[in-house]
């Protein structure tokens, strides 16, 4: 596994030179080489076959050449019985094994990177057809790339190293060294390292050029807006309380999400909350439990196919156990930024309270991490409640005229028990 900077030359060694060096030194074994697309696969292709077909070649690797009738930049073969094919990552390489599997920047840009279904296509591709196409006893694969995204094939592979998957050799080259020396000096020295680094922003300087996609300080949401907000959960206030859940509906690693908010009139209050990659039987039971324990106002959740996989089994399991709350199914945005503006908005300005200890730290992780994390589903339980708000949805307006008409009757003379007072206002 390679990660490199970008024009730090690890297509011209890693895509170009190796598997032309490999194929000298290995003359009867086969390469299959993918990229993003077959044009860039054909390219690399194409200067692969050149270099092997060169007199240079001929006359270091003992007059290995290039079969005649068989020269084009996607499929070619040696003199010695070698083969090599382009493919784009995506699309079938059937029929075709491989002694060396090679993907160079299984992804294009920021664009693809970001795409939840992008990310899933070259994953399952990854699984069901490159790896598929291994040699039995021999077949070995190299992934080069320039990092963009947590969950980028790089990101994933790592995650299942470290669950006991395959093991990985890595060199991982960042810009700068832990000294603050430029990786290549001759060429991108130090001076247009930074000045690269204050055009581009954090958060593409490290994914790109320092290979870690996921900036201590964030970028989307910025450490610094919760560090004024982390209270202990013994000092929750008294307040209106909703809960916003995100649901895992298909078996692609996400989490199931609950989240129960105090809503007051200057803050927002992470009060309580569940997270887990369970069967539906138990994240019904927590939610159920959550409810039973703060009584909130309104439970939101996504409106269309969520919603509809999602309210029977709920409903039927609540009717079971006589623990009632009210649900609304909110639109959502496919836009997963544009769906957190609103709770970025309130966080920017330190309206966000998280509670210290293992749920305040979770959902911190992933807002720092957001969009570039491996997840984001205590993301979308924030954004849920943020585009509550903005639009103003009933059920937070019930609150403001159960307040307004307590204060009238309070004014008319009306008695009130204190509890009943303390809690309207």
Not at 164 to 190: M, N, R, S, T, V
Not at 201 to 221: C, H, I, K, V
Not at 303 to 319: D, H, N, V
Not at 333 to 350: H, V, W
Request: hydrophobic share 35%; aromatic share 12%.
């Amino acid at each position: 596994m390679i990660s490199m900077p970008p024009r730090h030359g690890k297509s011209e060694l890693a895509s170009i030179r190796f598997p032309a060096w490999f194929l000298g030194q290995y003359p009867k074994q086969q390469i299959i080489a993918a990229s993003y697309n077959i044009d860039l696969a054909r390219d690399f292709g194409r200067d692969v076959r050149d270099v092997v077909g060169s007199p240079e070649y001929a006359k270091i690797f003992d007059g290995i050449g290039l079969v005649k009738d068989n020269k084009s930049a996607d499929r070619w073969r040696t003199t010695n019985g070698g083969q090599y094919v382009a493919a784009g990552v995506g699309t079938g390489v059937t029929g075709k094994g491989a002694d060396i599997f090679l993907v160079d920047d299984p992804v294009k840009d920021r664009e693809e990177a970001e795409s939840e279904t992008r990310r899933a296509t070259v994953w399952n591709w990854y699984t069901s057809t490159a790896y598929t196409r291994l040699m039995k006893g021999s077949g070995r694969i190299i992934v080069i790339q320039t990092r963009w995204h947590e969950d980028d094939l790089s990101g994933r592979l790592l995650t299942r190293e470290a669950e006991g998957a395959d093991q990985w050799e890595k060199l991982i080259l960042p810009a700068f060294d832990e000294d603050g020396k430029a990786l290549w000096p001759e060429w991108y020295g130090e001076k247009a390292l930074r000045r690269i680094q204050t055009n581009i922003g954090s958060r593409d300087w490290q994914a790109l050029y320092m290979q870690n996609p996921t900036p201590d300080d964030g970028e989307f949401f910025k450490r610094e807006w919760f560090a004024e907000g982390r209270y202990p959960k013994s000092r929750t206030p008294r307040c209106w309380y909703y809960g916003t859940s995100d649901y895992a509906v298909s078996d692609d690693g996400d989490y199931t999400v609950h989240a129960l908010w105090g809503v007051t009139k200057d803050n927002i209050w992470l009060v309580d909350g569940w997270r887990g990659r369970t069967g539906s039987e138990e994240w019904i039971d927590r939610k159920l439990a959550l409810i039973a324990r703060w009584k909130p106002i309104t439970w939101f959740g996504e409106k269309g196919t969520i919603q509809k996989s999602i309210e029977p089994a709920l409903r039927t399991r609540m009717r079971e156990r006589k623990i009632y709350c009210r649900l609304e199914w909110v639109p959502s945005l496919a836009d997963k930024a544009a769906r957190a503006r609103g709770f970025q908005a309130r966080a920017e300005m330190g309206m966000v309270r998280l509670p210290t200890g293992e749920l305040g730290d979770t959902f911190l992780e992933e807002l720092l991490k957001f969009p570039a994390g491996r997840h984001d589903d205590c993301v979308d339980c924030c954004s849920l409640l943020g585009l509550v708000i903005d639009n103003a949805h009933p059920a937070l307006m019930a609150r403001e005229r159960a307040k307004d008409q307590f204060i009238d009757d309070y004014m008319a003379g009306a008695p009130a028990r204190p509890e009943e007072r303390a809690r309207v206002l």
